[in-house]
């Protein structure tokens, strides 16, 4: 095999008489075994560490953790693998010829897959830390010898100790892992394939500013990452609404309201959203939005805890990127609609990977909302609590 | 290399082959990965009861801890060269203090501050009274004693010993002043530094009577140091103490109960030097109920924090109580239940009784000089005086304590009445046994066995590193008697259990009954027969046991204990009765109480140095009320329970490959349930005994027991933790209270 010139995107010949060059496709029979293999693995070891080092809140029934946890941090691997392979196919093209680069490619996969295992890793050490913190603030031994800083200095020592044992071993697991996959898969890694259904890549002009694909009529990037937000803005939004039917209806009432609203203007901006609709999706944004810089501030001036400002937690912190994210795309797309060029075109050079790498990465966003907006998914601490002492005698 | 390449470029043949074989080896190796897997790893898994999905991650995170976070070194202790040699301490009874002295002694009447019923008498402190004074409840004005908390020293062997090291080999020692004595030198122990209660180990020993109080006065002299000893670097830091008279129906003033003194009485974690504190023990059963006596209790130190490394220096005392109520179990074996014992009553005012032998086990280890001292409490500047981190060759053959030990703390001697390895002679006849683990950790499975060969050094069979602990074995022992169970924690069983072997738990009691006369074949038995009280449970960290009869028996660990020499024959009235003493009746609808039940789990939870232990994910607290784990009727109660009622608490292990000896303080309590099994009529396999009542629940690795409680008499505050004394001292405590 000769190595493909750098950077370029031809497809050899496949002898089945389609010698046009071919737009590369993302591989996702290579990436999603590659990422979902490290990311349970992975997974397994951050859950192992944290029953070694990490707070006592989370590390109950590790299994279904990890199950849960490595569920829903996929797409952050997914993102990974494909940065890696997108990597590669700059690099090599889109047919890994030789070993270097066949080895280069397993190894930047396992790199990246280690990436997002650390990120993940330093991620739960923090929250693992903060609510250890939490818990020597109420110890007993603050009123002995013993200092809550000398405490806090041993648990931040031991957290730091296992992120470095953790960073080692998730590297040297996805390197295993890596070549495991590729071994069970008889030796393929594939950084692209060819794109099927299509005799070729086709761009004709749309009413919006990027560019549609082919027959089929794909869906311009923007208005794809948009929708994908809105799901998961959707999702987020659903998935809180248990949490607030206890202490505040309206709350729940309104949440419910939104993701629908969220769904709906997804749906539409998958479709040819008009003006008003990128209008309705520009307003589904930035409601939620000033609510929640609201009430994260100064407090809502109504409701149970009216005035007394809320804690960001990782859900709504997701919530408001997609939202940002959301709205920032419906204004882009609206001044191109105002632009009134209709038939004029910025032609968008995303690849399929650049597209898979923009939309999982919303998806990855919006799972990791979701996660944090489930009660105990990703560790929550405990404010329920012990009372004082009340018989005497 | 790719998809592409694969089905276009490549001869298929060979493609398909190396394909195939780079696959087949792929999953060739994970199966055979995932069979050893199951070979290896699963009955040690098995064993832990962490075979199952969250058992493995729980062996992972233990191993990951042991092999990166958590690396401790404990030394090896000298090997006592000449065991079976010192005479088995059996403690006389504590005289009372008279109410009048005669000269030689002060009456307690003419004490500055005399015991007593009124505001300020119940400790030196002056803020308190005895919640209940037995005039109230019928009985008469207590007896009297006085305990004082001295700094001594101890001797565990006169014999002398060789040192050794992990592999068993001779290796140097040192002495006080740090001179080294080469390799192969036999040396003779120093006595090593105890906080004694009067200054033994054990402490005194006082027989009780039912319907006879006692107010025992503890006084602290832990300051004085008359001998001029080094106090090491354990033992509570500012020789504070806290008794608790396990487990007595008892007052929360009186029963030591480290989170009361917090905020009553000297409000601080235990009592200081030169202070003293009045526990008033009622002796008198829960409710007033006849079958809620008990029959042997010990008294230990509780300060918070300072809990075992207090114990392990010493303060440790014994409290068997009798029943002279229809004679039924006053120690005279002519009467009642005619259990073994001869009673004999003291000018004094004590009594004691023959042929009726408290065991006190205990397990230590001594320092070797050359392991580093080293654990949180160095880095919280406890003890200054050591330098620690730092290795103490000054202290070469006394006692060695790591206070936060991450694999719980055993040690390597086994002592008995605080003597290791010693000999007793007994009587052809029956004798009662009360066994008390005041260890720290260690768990013991006892068996009666005799040997031809005797007992060899572990060292000289070849053993290294954990298989060294005990340090002897007899391999040729086998089993020659049997134990009649005839009491637990709670006092005396409905009837009598035959039991080849009994479990030992921490702070757990069990009576048993043995017949020196003859042997289980009925061969009877001759003078000078030799008989081995043997430990079959081989523990070789403070987390569980790696072999014991109920999971792998290990047939070459046999590690005699005492050895006990048949001697001449003797009278014996006593008799093995068929009942004994009824359960206290369960509700017959104690199922229904199933929902609304407590629920506490106990838990390993790593954070800032020494917060590592757990219930229901928080430290002991010690001015709070613990909350119930969310229970099936949705509700997550408070530990609070109405004076006079009875609930179902269900105490959960929380895994992790630990075992956990969960004592509750105030009532004796009845288990009903055992892994979701109801056990009321019929204990389960491995715990024979829970048809009976305990103060400590012995909770295997992953199991969870429901058990029945009253809550009678007094009000307040109490605790429930785990007796595993480092796990205690390491916030696995919680506070419940009684309410009016």
Redesign the interface.
């Known amino acids: 095999?000769t190595a493909a010139p750098a950077g370029t995107a031809h497809?050899?010949?496949?002898?089945t008489g389609a010698s046009a060059p071919a737009r590369p496709a993302v591989?996702w029979?290579t990436v999603i075994p590659l990422a979902a293999m490290m990311a349970y693995a992975d997974g397994?070891w951050i859950?192992?560490?944290?029953?070694?080092?990490?707070?006592?809140?989370r590390?109950?029934?590790?299994?279904a953790s990890?199950l849960r946890e490595s569920t829903v941090l996929l797409p952050a691997f997914v993102l990974a693998v494909i940065a890696a392979v997108t990597l590669a196919l700059r690099w090599f093209g889109?047919?890994?010829?030789g070993k270097k680069a066949?080895l280069t490619t397993a190894l930047l996969v396992a790199a990246a897959g280690t990436v997002a295992g650390t990120v993940i890793l330093a991620a739960s050490e923090a929250w693992d830390y903060a609510l250890?913190h939490d818990?020597?603030g109420?110890?007993?031994?603050a009123s002995?010898?013993?200092?809550v800083e000398?405490?806090?200095q041993?648990?931040l020592g031991?957290q730091l100790?296992?992120f470095g044992?953790g960073v080692g071993l998730l590297l040297l697991t996805n390197l295993v892992v890596t070549g495991?996959t590729v071994?069970?898969?008889?030796?393929?890694?594939?950084?692209?394939?060819?794109q099927k259904g299509r005799r070729k890549d086709v761009l004709r002009p749309g009413w919006t500013s990027g560019w549609v694909r082919g027959r089929t009529g794909a869906t311009d990037l923007r208005q794809t990452i948009a929708a994908v937000a809105l799901f998961g803005c959707a999702a987020i939004h659903l998935a809180v609404i248990p949490d607030h039917v206890n202490h505040w209806v309206v709350a729940s009432v309104f949440f419910l309201a939104l993701a629908l609203a969220e769904v709906a203007g997804g749906v539409l901006l998958l479709g040819r959203p008009g003006l008003n609709v990128l209008v309705a999706v520009g307003v589904t944004s930035v409601v939620p939005l000033v609510l929640w810089v609201w009430s994260r501030t100064s407090g809502l001036p109504f409701g149970p805890n009216s005035n007394v400002a809320e804690p960001a937690g990782l859900a709504d912190v997701a919530a408001c990127l997609l939202e940002l994210g959301t709205l920032v795309t419906a204004v882009v797309l609206l001044r191109a609609r105002r632009g009134g060029t209709g038939g004029t075109e910025r032609h968008t050079a995303a690849s399929a990977h650049l597209r898979a790498l923009a939309v999982v990465g919303v998806m990855a966003l919006g799972s990791l909302g979701v996660a944090g907006a489930v009660p105990g998914w990703l560790g929550d601490l405990?404010t329920?609590?012990?009372?004082?002492?009340?018989?005497?005698? | 290399m790719s998809e592409e390449s694969a089905t276009t470029n490549e001869v298929p043949t060979n493609t398909v082959s190396r394909r195939n074989i780079l696959r087949l080896s792929a999953a060739g190796g994970a199966g055979a990965a995932l069979v050893a897997a199951q070979g290896w790893a699963g009955p040690l898994l098995a064993q832990k009861g962490l075979l199952s999905p969250d058992g493995a991650f729980a062996a992972s995170s233990t191993a990951l801890g042991d092999l990166l976070f958590y690396i401790e070194a404990f030394p090896t202790s000298p090997l006592i060269l000449e065991p079976f040699k010192d005479q088995l301490p059996v403690p006389k009874a504590l005289a009372p203090t008279p109410a009048v002295g005669d000269g030689s002694i002060k009456g307690y009447t003419e004490w500055n501050d005399p015991p007593g019923p009124g505001q300020g008498q119940q400790s030196s402190f002056k803020n308190e009274r005895h919640q209940i004074w037995p005039n109230t409840i019928g009985s008469p004005d207590p007896l009297v004693y006085k305990i004082d908390l001295l700094l001594r020293q101890h001797a565990f062997t006169t014999s002398q010993v060789l040192p050794i090291d992990a592999n068993g080999r001779p290796t140097i020692s040192f002495d006080e002043k740090q001179k080294t004595y080469p390799a192969g030198t036999k040396r003779t122990l120093p006595l090593s530094t105890i906080y004694g209660f009067n200054g033994t180990f054990p402490g005194p020993m006082i027989n009780a009577e039912y319907g006879k109080p006692a107010l025992v006065r503890f006084e602290n002299h832990l300051d004085e140091n008359p001998l001029n000893l080094d106090r090491q670097d354990f033992g509570s830091p500012d020789w504070s103490f806290l008794t608790h008279l396990h487990n007595g129906h008892t007052a929360p003033e009186s029963d030591g109960n480290p989170h009361y003194t917090m905020v009553s009485g000297p409000k601080y974690e235990g009592y200081m030097p030169q202070t003293f504190c009045d526990n008033l023990y009622l002796n008198w059963p829960a409710g007033n109920d006849d079958r809620e006596k008990q029959s042997f209790f010990w008294f230990h130190d509780h300060r918070m924090d300072h809990t075992g490394s207090n114990v392990y220096k010493g303060m440790v005392g014994l409290y068997p109580i009798y029943d002279p109520k229809g004679g039924m179990d006053m120690g005279d074996e002519r009467r009642g239940l005619r259990l073994p014992g001869v009673r004999k009553d003291n000018p004094d005012g004590s009594f004691d009784v023959d042929y009726d032998i408290p065991l006190a086990f205990y397990d230590c280890r001594l320092d070797d000089g050359v392991t580093m001292h080293k654990d949180i409490h160095d880095v919280q500047k406890e003890f200054p005086a050591a330098k620690n981190p730092a290795k103490h060759p000054e202290w070469w053959g006394k006692t060695f304590y790591k206070h936060f030990p991450n694999h719980g703390f055993v040690g390597d001697i086994f002592t008995v009445n605080g003597t290791a390895n010693p000999v007793m002679e007994v009587k052809r006849r029956k004798y009662r046994f009360r066994f008390l683990d005041a260890s720290i950790a260690r768990i013991y499975e006892f068996k009666l066995m005799s040997s031809t060969k005797g007992p060899k050094s572990a060292a000289s069979l070849g053993y290294k590193g954990d298989e060294l602990e005990g340090q002897y074995r007899i391999p040729d022992a086998q089993q020659c008697m049997q134990f009649t169970q005839i009491a637990s924690d709670g006092g005396l069983l409905p009837f009598p259990i035959k039991r080849d072997s009994f479990e030992l738990w921490p702070a757990k009691r069990r009576e048993v009954v043995v017949d020196f006369s003859r042997y289980q074949d009925g061969t009877p038995t001759t003078k000078g027969d030799v008989i081995y009280l043997t430990n079959v449970m081989k523990m070789p960290n403070g987390r569980m046991w790696s072999n014991s009869s109920r999971f792998s028996p290990d047939p070459n660990y046999k590690v005699p204990m005492i050895k006990i020499v048949i001697g001449d024959d003797a009278p014996d009235d006593s008799q093995i009765p068929v009942k004994m003493r009824d359960l206290p009746p369960l509700p017959s609808n104690w199922q229904t109480m199933l929902d609304n039940r407590l629920i506490f789990e106990v838990e390993r939870g790593a954070g800032g140095g020494e917060t590592e232990w757990l219930i229901n994910g928080k430290p002991f607290t010690p001015n709070t009320v613990a909350t119930s784990l969310k229970n099936r009727a949705g509700r997550s109660p408070l530990a609070q329970q109405k004076k006079g009622s009875y609930n179902l608490w269900e105490i959960r292990n929380g895994g992790g490959g630990w075992v956990h000896p969960f004592h509750l303080h105030m009532e004796e309590h009845r288990t009903v349930m055992r892994n979701n099994r109801d056990v009321t009529r019929g204990g389960d396999k491995g715990h024979p005994d829970d048809v009976s009542r305990e103060d400590l629940v012995a909770l295997d690795p992953g199991e969870s027991v429901i058990i029945y409680r009253g809550f009678r008499d007094f009000v307040g505050p109490y605790v429930a933790h785990c007796h595993n004394l480092a796990h205690e001292d390491h916030a696995m405590m919680f506070g419940w209270e009684i309410t009016p």
């Open positions: 095999m497809w050899s010949s496949s002898g591989p029979l397994f859950v192992s560490l944290r029953g070694a080092v990490g707070a006592i809140e590390t109950q029934e590790p299994f990890w889109p047919v890994l010829a066949f250890q818990l020597m109420s110890l007993h031994h002995s010898v013993q200092s000398q405490l806090d041993a648990s031991l100790a296992a044992y495991w071994a069970i898969r008889g030796g393929r890694l594939d950084v692209s394939r060819r405990d329920s609590g012990n009372s004082n002492h009340s018989a005497t005698h």
